[in-house]
C-alpha cells in the first residue's frame, strides 16, 4: 500500500481541516511576547525533579522543524504526486502550518522559561538544544492512517503529561505556560482523533491492521534517537506520570465512536489496544 491510495477523499479532510480552524480562530490564540509575565519567574520554586521535566519537554518540543518535515515528505505539496493527491495534500497543508505555529511557540515558551527564571543562559540552551536537534527523524509508516494514529496518541499523551506536571510545579508561571500548552494539545489531539475516525469510515477494516501497528511499535518522539532517554523519561516520570499508554484509552474511543458496530478486526484491535495499557 502506498500512501496515495491510502487517502480519504478531498472532502474528508478539508472537512477535518475546517473543523480544527474554526476551533482556534486567533483571537483566542496566545503568544510568548504577551500571554505570560517573564519577570516574575522563578525556578527557585522548582525541584529538581521538575527542573529535569522542564528541560525534557523544551527538548522534544524544539525538535519542531523534524516532526513539520515528515508532513511533507510522506504528504507532499508538489509535483512528486498526482494532482488529486495533491489536492488533499494541499488541504492538509492548512492543517499541518498553523499546528507547526502553535508548536514552535511551545519551543519559544519554555526556553523562553528556561531563560527568565534563571535555568539556564541563552546562548548555551541554544547551543544545547542543537546536539539533539539536529538529529534526524522519521516516522517510516506505510499507510496514511498510520501518521494521524500515532499522532493522535502523541498528542494526547503530551497533553496529559502538562496538565499533570502543571499540577504540581512550585512556580505559577510555569504552571500557565504549561495550561497554554496543554490546551493547544488538546485541539492538536482533536484533530487527529477526527481523521482517524473518518479513516475507520471510509475504509473499515482495511485501516485495522496499519492502527495496530502504530500502538505495537508506538514509541514518543526522539526516544529512539536521544541520549540518555529511557533514563531521563522515567526519572521525570516520578514528577509526573508520563505514560502515553494511558492515551491509548482515547484511541478507542476514536475507534467506537467511528464504527456502528465492531467487526471482528476491530474488536480484535481493541483487544490487542487494552493488552498494550495493562501491560505498560
Ligand atoms: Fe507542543
Ligand atoms: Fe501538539
Same mark, same amino acid.
Given at each position: /500500500?502506498?500512501?496515495?491510495?491510502?487517502?480519504?477523499?478531498?472532502?474528508?479532510?478539508?472537512?477535518?481541516?475546517? =473543523?480544527?480552524?474554526?476551533?482556534?480562530? #486567533?483571537?483566542?490564540?496566545?503568544? $510568548?511576547?504577551?500571554?505570560?509575565?517573564?519577570?516574575?519567574?522563578?525556578?527557585?520554586?522548582?525541584?529538581?525533579?521538575?527542573?529535569?521535566?522542564? +528541560?525534557?519537554?523544551?527538548?522534544? +518540543?524544539?525538535?519542531?522543524?523534524?516532526?513539520?518535515?515528515?508532513?511533507?515528505?510522506?504528504?507532499?505539496?508538489?509535483?512528486?504526486?498526482?494532482?488529486?493527491?495533491?489536492?488533499?495534500?494541499?488541504?492538509?497543508?492548512?492543517?499541518?502550518?498553523?499546528?507547526?505555529?502553535?508548536?514552535?511557540?511551545?519551543?519559544?515558551?519554555? !526556553?523562553?522559561?528556561?531563560?527568565?527564571?534563571? /535555568?539556564? +543562559?541563552?546562548?548555551?540552551?541554544?547551543?544545547? &538544544?542543537?546536539?539533539?536537534?539536529?538529529?534526524?527523524?522519521? *516516522?517510516?509508516?506505510?499507510?496514511?492512517?498510520?501518521?494521524?494514529?500515532?499522532?493522535?496518541?502523541?498528542?494526547? #499523551?503530551?497533553? /496529559?503529561?502538562?496538565?499533570? &506536571?502543571?499540577?504540581?510545579? =512550585?512556580?505559577?508561571?510555569?504552571?500557565?505556560? *504549561?495550561?497554554?500548552?496543554?490546551?493547544? +494539545?488538546?485541539?492538536?489531539?482533536?484533530? /487527529?482523533?477526527?481523521?482517524?475516525?473518518?479513516?475507520?469510515? $471510509?475504509?473499515?477494516?482495511?485501516?485495522?491492521?496499519?492502527?495496530?501497528?502504530?500502538? #505495537?511499535?508506538?514509541?514518543?518522539?526522539?526516544?529512539? !534517537?536521544?541520549? =540518555?532517554?529511557?533514563?531521563?523519561?522515567?526519572?521525570?516520570? %516520578?514528577?509526573?506520570?508520563?505514560?502515553?499508554?494511558?492515551?491509548?484509552?482515547?484511541?478507542?474511543?476514536?475507534?467506537?465512536?467511528?464504527?456502528?458496530?465492531? !467487526? %471482528?478486526?476491530? %474488536?480484535?484491535?481493541?483487544?490487542?489496544?487494552?493488552?498494550?495499557?495493562?501491560? #505498560?
Amino acid at each position: /500500500m502506498d500512501i496515495e491510495s491510502g487517502l480519504i477523499p478531498v472532502g474528508d479532510i478539508a472537512e477535518a481541516v475546517d =473543523g480544527f480552524l474554526a476551533a482556534s480562530p #486567533a483571537a483566542r490564540g496566545w503568544d $510568548v511576547e504577551t500571554a505570560v509575565d517573564w519577570s516574575r519567574a522563578d525556578a527557585g520554586l522548582l525541584s529538581e525533579g521538575q527542573r529535569s521535566a522542564v +528541560e525534557f519537554i523544551t527538548l522534544i +518540543e524544539d525538535h519542531l522543524p523534524g516532526y513539520f518535515e515528515v508532513y511533507h515528505r510522506y504528504f507532499p505539496v508538489d509535483d512528486s504526486v498526482d494532482a488529486r493527491t495533491f489536492v488533499h495534500n494541499r488541504e492538509l497543508y492548512h492543517f499541518t502550518v498553523r499546528w507547526a505555529l502553535e508548536e514552535d511557540t511551545h519551543a519559544r515558551a519554555l !526556553t523562553r522559561y528556561q531563560q527568565a527564571s534563571g /535555568m539556564a +543562559e541563552r546562548d548555551a540552551l541554544r547551543t544545547a &538544544l542543537a546536539v539533539e536537534g539536529r538529529r534526524p527523524f522519521d *516516522l517510516p509508516y506505510e499507510h496514511p492512517v498510520q501518521f494521524f494514529a500515532y499522532a493522535l496518541v502523541q498528542e494526547k #499523551a503530551t497533553q /496529559m503529561y502538562y496538565q499533570q &506536571l502543571r499540577d504540581v510545579v =512550585g512556580d505559577p508561571v510555569l504552571a500557565t505556560v *504549561l495550561s497554554r500548552l496543554a490546551r493547544d +494539545e488538546a485541539r492538536h489531539f482533536s484533530f /487527529m482523533a477526527d481523521v482517524v475516525g473518518r479513516y475507520l469510515r $471510509v475504509h473499515g477494516d482495511a485501516v485495522v491492521e496499519p492502527i495496530r501497528d502504530v500502538v #505495537a511499535h508506538f514509541r514518543m518522539p526522539l526516544a529512539d !534517537t536521544m541520549r =540518555g532517554y529511557w533514563r531521563w523519561a522515567l526519572k521525570i516520570a %516520578d514528577v509526573a506520570e508520563y505514560d502515553h499508554t494511558e492515551a491509548y484509552e482515547h484511541l478507542v474511543k476514536v475507534i467506537d465512536r467511528a464504527v456502528d458496530a465492531r !467487526t %471482528d478486526q476491530v %474488536d480484535e484491535l481493541v483487544r490487542f489496544i487494552d493488552q498494550c495499557r495493562i501491560v #505498560a
